[in-house]
């Protein structure tokens, strides 16, 4: 089965190389996330890799990647990940980023300022942003 354009094998491959510091499997672990593909798994896979971030030193360019991805993920549903990407995003975040996720965040009456809202929290105070995430996961489950 492919997930994205690796082959779980290969994504396996790549997870174990960027864990021993190997810049090619840091490499394809930014790029498998910047891909952002939706298959059975696929959660669980980018949660993991946002863990394994944690763990690595990325390059400026791959950190330049890290934030842009973070970008996207403001313009799809959340996922089971956002807190994992939240949290590493917050080590590495630029001033210019903060405050472009602060500037989307004060606009939340559409789906994009309220995933910035829950971004910026997370930024400055990750134990606000979890309880935040929880309140929005609430209301998720009641809509239905």
Request: cysteine-free; overall charge positive.
């Given at each position: 089965?492919?997930?994205?354009?690796?082959?779980?094998?290969?994504?396996?491959?790549?997870?174990?190389?960027?864990?021993?510091?190997?810049?090619?499997?840091?490499?394809?672990?930014?790029?498998?996330?910047?891909?952002?593909?939706?298959?059975?798994?696929?959660?669980?896979?980018?949660?993991?890799?946002?863990?394994?971030?944690?763990?690595?030193?990325?390059?400026?360019?791959?950190?330049?990647?890290?934030?842009?991805?973070?970008?996207?993920?403001?313009?799809?549903?959340?996922?089971?990940?956002?807190?994992?990407?939240?949290?590493?995003?917050r080590r590495i975040a630029t001033?210019?980023?903060?405050?472009?996720?602060?500037?989307?965040?004060?606009?939340?009456?559409?789906?994009?300022?309220?995933?910035?809202?829950?971004?910026?929290?997370?930024?400055?105070?990750?134990?606000?942003?979890?309880?935040?995430?929880?309140?929005?996961?609430?209301?998720?489950?009641?809509?239905?």
């Open positions: 089965m492919m997930i994205g354009n690796l082959t779980r094998k290969e994504l396996a491959i790549a997870f174990r190389e960027a864990a021993r510091g190997n810049p090619h499997g840091v490499s394809t672990i930014v790029e498998f996330l910047r891909r952002d593909p939706w298959v059975m798994g696929s959660g669980y896979a980018k949660e993991a890799a946002w863990k394994l971030l944690k763990r690595v030193e990325l390059t400026d360019g791959e950190r330049a990647k890290v934030l842009d991805v973070a970008r996207q993920y403001l313009e799809r549903r959340i996922g089971r990940e956002f807190r994992d990407m939240a949290l590493y995003v001033p210019e980023f903060r405050s472009e996720i602060e500037a989307l965040a004060r606009n939340p009456n559409d789906a994009v300022g309220q995933r910035a809202e829950l971004l910026a929290t997370y930024l400055r105070d990750p134990q606000a942003g979890r309880e935040l995430q929880r309140t929005y996961w609430d209301r998720a489950r009641s809509a239905r």
